[in-house]
């Protein structure tokens, strides 16, 4: 048992530990995977504010995430063909700057979210469920098809978009950048939780009732974590993209939809570091085990199902049980 | 006379061929209690669900302050001036008890939308919060998690929330359920003094309570009022007693 402080600092520190071990070692491999962790850690946070504060069970956030990445495909896509993108008014140049890219990501993927949420919000339960999947398969079976971009062959981006001042083509420095984003996340994240905000929201996924009985409406609540949500997978999607040099349809499936929620479940949910701790989790998995037999994940779901059963509160949960209070 | 605070006109429901509410009209004027009694399933909960929200009457009603509400959500009749309590406590159970009041401070004062700051470091909202939570007696207890609080405590925090909207007529369903003599004692006190800062429509099985506490009563019987008046005129009422005291007490 340890402090919930104490936790979140041993695993964010672990990350920066093992890239860094990772460069000295010569290692440029496992920096990748621990980029992976870092960019899958983003989409899960943003993901943990609908599903843990907000108690949206989202079967969609594949949408957000594949958004972010075609946002970037498209954008340096048309950067890199030298030809302009036509928005039908009028026509914007590609580009190949991340800040840029990131921006657009998050912009488009929280405009998507606004617009599912405010669809989706109306039901509850299991509905919700298969509402925000079916979107997120549209986007699927869209892409699927939009032979401009691809198609089911997705997109290949030949050099890594660029950041002022730095080399992204460096590992370490693309992953210095992907870790700073996380952190400002999971800031994020923290902020909002104990904000006012998160109380209303914490509030409406307890007691909706409650949360209208005394002026305020959950539904408005919940679309804004919703957006906010819908605006970070979005930007890691794009992050993801970058990372692959590639988007695909596959950004949109289900099982990313599914992936994500699993990290959650097994880092702990609605726990700040609870993503984090999923995502080295599942990576690992998938890295080790995944060499080792191609049934890996009938582990992840054996795991999976141990922690359901066993430990709601996932590893965090068991690592540091939640106390609740304060002065 | 003065215009009620809150008056239903005809309030009607069923459940199907159930009629749960059969062309209620009540008010609640300016400084008193109106008990509304009545045998289980009578309607009460119902009847307060339609006042506040919660449920659309088939026909009549709600008028707040001379304003026809019926149409309004249930978050726009609690900023127009209806606090709440629940018979079956609705409170956020994983947080403390300061959090919830600090949700009702919230909800009067100040809006949601800010993402930054603690909301515990508000101390606007923590002030009305912990007066609201002395006033109720649960101060000591601000920072237990509900979830570990026993029943005459949530109903406690229940009536500390209602406190913190500062609402224009208080509506209450049972708010003594299950808190034993000495807490029906103390719960009758406050709620004694507090009809001066805004009426109570109060639903409450305890007989004891309301006879000490009620300026009128309403009992209803299978969704229809049967009978208003003052404590001596109902406990006179032969009708009254038939359908309900007759049985219960
Ligand atoms: N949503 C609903 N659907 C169907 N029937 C309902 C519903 N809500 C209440 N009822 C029925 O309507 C009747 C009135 O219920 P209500 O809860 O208003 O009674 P009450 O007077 O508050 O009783 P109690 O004293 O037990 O709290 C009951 O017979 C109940 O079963
Ligand atoms: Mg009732």
Redesign the pocket.
């Given at each position: 048992m340890i402090s919930e402080r104490m936790l979140n600092l041993t695993v964010i520190g672990g990350l920066l530990a093992v890239a860094l071990a990772a460069l000295v070692l010569d290692q440029p491999f496992t920096i990748t995977l621990a980029t992976r962790v870092a960019i899958l850690s983003l989409a899960a946070v943003g993901l943990n504010i609908a599903l843990g504060l907000g108690g949206l069970v989202s079967f969609g956030h594949a949408a957000f995430f594949g958004i972010g990445g075609y946002a970037m495909g498209i954008l340096a896509y048309h950067a890199q063909t030298y030809t302009p993108l036509d928005l039908g008014l009028f026509t914007v140049a590609g580009t190949k700057s991340m800040p840029v890219i990131w921006l657009v990501a998050m912009v488009l993927s929280a405009l998507a979210a606004l617009l599912i949420g405010l669809l989706a919000l109306r039901t509850s339960g299991v509905y919700f469920i298969m509402i925000t999947l079916a979107f997120a398969q549209m986007f699927y079976y869209f892409t699927l098809s939009w032979s401009a971009y691809g198609g089911e062959d997705g997109l290949s981006i030949y050099i890594r978009n660029g950041f002022p001042g730095l080399n992204t083509l460096v590992p370490i420095q693309f992953f210095g950048i992907c870790f700073v984003i996380l952190c400002a996340a999971l800031y994020l994240f923290h902020r909002l939780e104990h904000a006012p905000f998160g109380l209303a929201l914490g509030s409406a996924r307890q007691a909706p009732m409650r949360v209208e009985t005394v002026g305020l409406s959950p539904m408005r609540l919940r679309l804004v974590a919703f957006v906010l949500s819908g605006a970070i997978t979005g930007l890691a999607g794009a992050l993801f993209a970058d990372l692959n040099r590639f988007v695909s349809p596959t950004m949109f499936s289900w099982h990313m939809s599914g992936e994500l929620i699993v990290l959650i479940i097994l880092g702990g949910v609605a726990r700040l570091i609870g993503p984090v701790i999923g995502a080295v989790l599942f990576v690992v998995l998938e890295h080790y085990l995944g060499g080792m037999t191609e049934f890996w994940k009938i582990w992840l779901g054996v795991i999976l199902l141990l922690i359901v059963l066993f430990a709601r509160g996932g590893v965090a949960g068991l690592l540091s049980p939640r106390k609740v209070g304060h002065d | 006379m003065t215009e009620p605070i809150l008056e239903t006109r005809g309030l009607t429901k069923s459940?199907?061929a159930?009629v749960?509410g059969d062309d209620i009209s009540i008010d609640l004027r300016k400084g008193e209690i109106h008990a509304i009694i009545?045998?289980?399933?009578?309607?009460?909960?119902?009847?307060?669900?339609m006042i506040c929200g919660g449920?659309k009457p088939d026909a009549g009603q709600v008028r707040l302050m001379g304003r026809d509400v019926t149409g309004d959500s249930t978050a726009s009749r609690a900023r127009a001036g209806l606090g709440r309590t629940f018979?079956i406590s609705a409170l956020a159970m994983e947080n403390s008890v300061l959090q919830n009041a600090m949700l009702g401070a919230m909800g009067a004062l100040d809006h949601p939308w800010r993402f930054w700051r603690p909301v515990l470091a508000r101390s606007d909202l923590r002030d009305r919060a912990e007066a609201c939570l002395d006033r109720a007696g649960l101060l000591e207890l601000r920072s237990r998690r509900v979830a570990d609080l026993s029943h005459g405590e949530r109903r406690q925090l229940e009536l500390a929330v209602a406190l913190t909207l500062q609402p224009r007529a208080f509506v209450m369903?049972?708010p003594m359920a299950g808190l034993g003599a000495g807490g029906s004692a103390r719960m009758t006190e406050v709620l004694d003094a507090l009809r001066a800062e805004a009426p109570i429509l109060l639903?409450e099985?305890d007989m004891d309570a309301v006879f000490a506490l009620a300026d009128r009563i309403s009992v209803?019987v299978y969704?229809r009022v049967i009978a208003t008046g003052s404590v001596g005129e109902i406990r006179a009422n032969a009708a009254v007693r038939e359908a309900y005291l007759g049985e219960d007490a």
């Amino acid at each position: 048992m340890i402090s919930e402080r104490m936790l979140n600092l041993t695993v964010i520190g672990g990350l920066l530990a093992v890239a860094l071990a990772a460069l000295v070692l010569d290692q440029p491999f496992t920096i990748t995977l621990a980029t992976r962790v870092a960019i899958l850690s983003l989409a899960a946070v943003g993901l943990n504010i609908a599903l843990g504060l907000g108690g949206l069970v989202s079967f969609g956030h594949a949408a957000f995430f594949g958004i972010g990445g075609y946002a970037m495909g498209i954008l340096a896509y048309h950067a890199q063909t030298y030809t302009p993108l036509d928005l039908g008014l009028f026509t914007v140049a590609g580009t190949k700057s991340m800040p840029v890219i990131w921006l657009v990501a998050m912009v488009l993927s929280a405009l998507a979210a606004l617009l599912i949420g405010l669809l989706a919000l109306r039901t509850s339960g299991v509905y919700f469920i298969m509402i925000t999947l079916a979107f997120a398969q549209m986007f699927y079976y869209f892409t699927l098809s939009w032979s401009a971009y691809g198609g089911e062959d997705g997109l290949s981006i030949y050099i890594r978009n660029g950041f002022p001042g730095l080399n992204t083509l460096v590992p370490i420095q693309f992953f210095g950048i992907c870790f700073v984003i996380l952190c400002a996340a999971l800031y994020l994240f923290h902020r909002l939780e104990h904000a006012p905000f998160g109380l209303a929201l914490g509030s409406a996924r307890q007691a909706p009732m409650r949360v209208e009985t005394v002026g305020l409406s959950p539904m408005r609540l919940r679309l804004v974590a919703f957006v906010l949500s819908g605006a970070i997978t979005g930007l890691a999607g794009a992050l993801f993209a970058d990372l692959n040099r590639f988007v695909s349809p596959t950004m949109f499936s289900w099982h990313m939809s599914g992936e994500l929620i699993v990290l959650i479940i097994l880092g702990g949910v609605a726990r700040l570091i609870g993503p984090v701790i999923g995502a080295v989790l599942f990576v690992v998995l998938e890295h080790y085990l995944g060499g080792m037999t191609e049934f890996w994940k009938i582990w992840l779901g054996v795991i999976l199902l141990l922690i359901v059963l066993f430990a709601r509160g996932g590893v965090a949960g068991l690592l540091s049980p939640r106390k609740v209070g304060h002065d | 006379m003065t215009e009620p605070i809150l008056e239903t006109r005809g309030l009607t429901k069923s459940f199907g061929a159930l009629v749960a509410g059969d062309d209620i009209s009540i008010d609640l004027r300016k400084g008193e209690i109106h008990a509304i009694i009545g045998p289980n399933g009578a309607g009460k909960s119902t009847l307060i669900q339609m006042i506040c929200g919660g449920l659309k009457p088939d026909a009549g009603q709600v008028r707040l302050m001379g304003r026809d509400v019926t149409g309004d959500s249930t978050a726009s009749r609690a900023r127009a001036g209806l606090g709440r309590t629940f018979q079956i406590s609705a409170l956020a159970m994983e947080n403390s008890v300061l959090q919830n009041a600090m949700l009702g401070a919230m909800g009067a004062l100040d809006h949601p939308w800010r993402f930054w700051r603690p909301v515990l470091a508000r101390s606007d909202l923590r002030d009305r919060a912990e007066a609201c939570l002395d006033r109720a007696g649960l101060l000591e207890l601000r920072s237990r998690r509900v979830a570990d609080l026993s029943h005459g405590e949530r109903r406690q925090l229940e009536l500390a929330v209602a406190l913190t909207l500062q609402p224009r007529a208080f509506v209450m369903d049972e708010p003594m359920a299950g808190l034993g003599a000495g807490g029906s004692a103390r719960m009758t006190e406050v709620l004694d003094a507090l009809r001066a800062e805004a009426p109570i429509l109060l639903v409450e099985h305890d007989m004891d309570a309301v006879f000490a506490l009620a300026d009128r009563i309403s009992v209803l019987v299978y969704g229809r009022v049967i009978a208003t008046g003052s404590v001596g005129e109902i406990r006179a009422n032969a009708a009254v007693r038939e359908a309900y005291l007759g049985e219960d007490a």
